[in-house]
């Protein structure tokens, strides 16, 4: 689980990304991209599938408050994605390395690869 792109840092004061892409993962991003236009990535902390990080079209989850925008990644030739949790999952999560990563099989959400019969997941390290 190597990764290939990190997110650049978005929380103020911090210079150390919290969030990274592995080489599956950055590869359907571009390719849901392509398709789809802009994109933003949402991790709620709910049961189940609402625990893994959701990938929609820019704009079409609203964030709030109640939200922590965690990193901005570049996609090269595209675009920026936002990388945004829950503040109450973050609570949890404050002191771990977030690597988004792609695996075989369907989740029950709304994300866009979905179809594609892979669902993201998030593969968690702990920062020392």
Same mark, same amino acid.
């Given at each position: 689980?190597?990764?290939?792109?990190?997110?650049?840092?978005?929380?103020?004061?911090?210079?150390?990304?919290?969030?990274?892409?592995?080489?599956?993962?950055?590869?359907?991003?571009?390719?849901?991209?392509?398709?789809?236009?802009?994109?933003?990535?949402?991790?709620?902390?709910?049961?189940?599938?609402?625990?893994?990080?959701?990938?929609?079209?820019?704009?079409?989850?609203?964030?709030?408050?109640?939200?922590? +925008? !965690?990193? $901005?990644?570049?996609?090269? *030739? =595209? #675009?920026?994605?936002?990388?945004?949790?829950?503040? @109450?999952?973050?609570?949890?999560?404050?002191?771990? +390395? !977030?690597? $988004?990563?792609?695996?075989? *099989? =369907? #989740?029950?959400?709304?994300?866009?690869?979905?179809? @594609?019969?892979?669902?993201?997941?998030?593969?968690?390290? !702990?920062?020392?």
């Amino acid at each position: 689980m190597d990764a290939v792109l990190q997110a650049r840092p978005a929380r103020p004061g911090e210079d150390f990304s919290r969030v990274a892409l592995t080489a599956p993962a950055l590869e359907m991003l571009e390719k849901l991209w392509d398709r789809n236009g802009a994109l933003m990535f949402h991790q709620s902390g709910g049961c189940c599938d609402g625990s893994a990080p959701m990938c929609f079209p820019e704009g079409d989850f609203i964030t709030s408050d109640a939200d922590v +925008l !965690l990193g $901005v990644f570049e996609l090269p *030739g =595209r #675009g920026e994605i936002g990388f945004w949790m829950s503040a @109450e999952q973050f609570a949890y999560w404050e002191h771990t +390395l !977030l690597t $988004v990563d792609l695996v075989n *099989g =369907r #989740g029950s959400g709304f994300s866009l690869e979905a179809p @594609e019969g892979k669902r993201f997941l998030i593969r968690s390290t !702990l920062m020392g």
